[in-house]
């Protein structure tokens, strides 16, 4: 997927945010900013938006030497999805289709975001956007490839939303390999975010050698870019993951909640709703 002139306001105000969350001083505020309009100047808009935003978090990175803009909102999105994870596993049993329902109570966990969502009460919105449709159609090839395939690589997005990936873990047939990232990058899962919330009891966890939002597979690390060459089946949380691999063929299946107008043209699917397509 990529950049559109759309997806400037979306890199602009992340970019302010992050800044403000370093604490760093008005001037260092302002270096950083006139280095990331710099760079979004001169970008290829042939990348995807979450190449672009790498770029732009490294460069505050580098200006203020804050290495975690988000350390404390992760922390805070941790431990309330963590406060609920018994209710979760309650509503996935609560489904007609357990795998279908389970699949929603994960989407639905993707609502946590610092770029794209305001203020929500978490539970409320799980509560109503699992009574929803899940749009994509892709349930049922999803299903076929879950009868052939020896392993499932799950590629993680959100800090948070790990919990409710632990809750879908726990009911897929197959073992689960649960890819994360090398390094802080927006509220992006860790090695040690996903520990926290109990994936290495449910799954094997792997770093992806990248500290970019999605997976940038000119950025991975080569021992992840065997991994997702072998890999049969790919589950894939989030946008920034559908914005880096939407090309990656029809053995990778999109998980998310849409979030933006951009996405929701390319998907076909209204914002606020729960997809799972394949690719």
């Known amino acids: ?44 808009h042939q990348l ?53 329902q389970a699949l929603k109570v994960g989407a639905a966990g993707n609502i946590i975001d610092v770029v794209h969502v305001g203020e929500y009460d978490l539970w409320e919105e799980v509560v109503t956007t699992v009574k929803g449709e899940l749009l994509g159609g892709g349930l049922p090839a999803f299903k076929e490839r879950l009868a052939t395939a020896s392993f499932i690589l799950y590629l993680a ?25 090398s390094g802080p990058i927006l509220n992006d899962a860790t090695r040690e975010d996903a520990i926290a919330a109990g994936i290495d009891q449910v799954a094997e966890i792997v770093e992806n050698g990248t500290r970019s939002p999605g997976t940038v597979l000119n950025q991975a690390s080569a021992e992840f870019l ?32 849409v979030k933006c107008p951009v996405l929701s043209q390319s998907v076909n699917a209204p914002v606020g709703s729960l997809l799972f397509k394949q690719g």
């Open 48 to 100: 995807s938006p979450s190449d672009i935003a790498g770029e732009t978090n490294r460069i505050i990175r580098e200006v203020t030497g804050v290495d975690d803009f988000y350390l404390e909102k992760k922390k805070a999105s941790h431990e309330l999805a963590m406060s609920y994870l018994d209710q979760l596993r309650s509503l996935v049993s609560q489904g007609s289709c357990q795998l279908e």
């Open 157 to 181: 997005d959100n800090v948070g939303e790990t919990v409710f990936d632990r809750v879908l873990i726990e009911i897929l047939p197959l073992p689960v390999i649960y890819s994360v990232k």
């Open 226 to 257: 065997e991994l997702i060459d072998k890999a049969e089946l790919v589950l894939s949380k989030g946008q920034a993951n559908y914005e880096t691999l939407d090309d990656l063929g029809d053995k990778i299946f999109f998980l998310m909640r």
């Open 1 to 44: 997927m990529k950049f559109t002139p759309e997806c400037y306001p979306c890199i602009v105000r992340q970019a302010a945010t992050a800044v403000k969350l370093a604490g760093v001083d008005t001037e260092t505020q302002y270096q950083a900013l006139n280095q990331v309009l710099h760079s979004l100047a001169s970008s290829d």
